[in-house]
Nanobody, 132 residues
C-alpha cells in the first residue's frame, strides 16, 4: 500500500489558479501510474487527469484539458495537479490515487488510468472551491 496525502486546496476566484500536491509514502510509488479524481456535491467521483510512472504520458478529462496539468517528482514522492483558469464548476473534493498493480511492469494505459476501479490507494481528499 501507498499512503497518500493531498494538500493545496482552498478558496479561489474564477479565473485563478491552484496547485495541489499529493505526497506519497511506502510502496512502489515511483513505478506506478497515478491519477487525480474529483467529487462535487451530489455527484459521483470523476476522472480529472493521470500520468504514467515517469510522467511522460498524461491524459485529461475533456472538461479540464488545456487548463489543468499533472506532473510528478519521483525523487520527492510527490504528484502535482496544476489548475489554471478555474471555473465554479471545478468546485469539488480532489483526490489523488495510485494504481499499484501497474508498478510491476511500469504499465500504463489510457483506459486503465481513467477508470476509478483500478486504483488501490487513495488520499483523503482536499477541498477546492471556486467562487464566481
Amino acid at each position: 500500500q501507498v499512503h497518500l496525502v493531498e494538500s493545496g486546496g482552498g478558496l479561489v476566484q474564477a479565473g485563478g489558479s491552484l496547485r495541489l500536491s499529493c505526497a506519497a509514502s511506502g510502496g512502489a510509488f515511483s513505478d506506478c501510474a497515478m491519477g487525480w479524481f474529483r467529487q462535487a456535491p451530489g455527484k459521483e467521483r470523476e476522472f480529472v487527469g493521470a500520468l504514467s510512472w515517469s510522467g511522460g504520458i498524461t491524459h485529461y478529462a475533456d472538461s479540464v484539458k488545456g487548463r489543468f496539468a499533472v506532473s510528478r517528482d519521483n525523487a520527492n514522492n510527490t504528484v502535482y495537479l496544476q489548475m489554471n483558469m478555474l471555473k465554479p464548476e471545478d468546485t469539488a473534493v480532489y483526490y489523488c490515487a495510485a494504481d499499484l498493480a501497474t508498478s510491476r511492469a511500469r504499465y500504463y494505459s489510457r483506459h486503465r488510468a481513467q477508470t476509478e476501479g483500478y486504483y488501490d490507494s487513495w488520499g483523503q481528499g482536499t477541498q477546492v472551491t471556486v467562487s464566481s
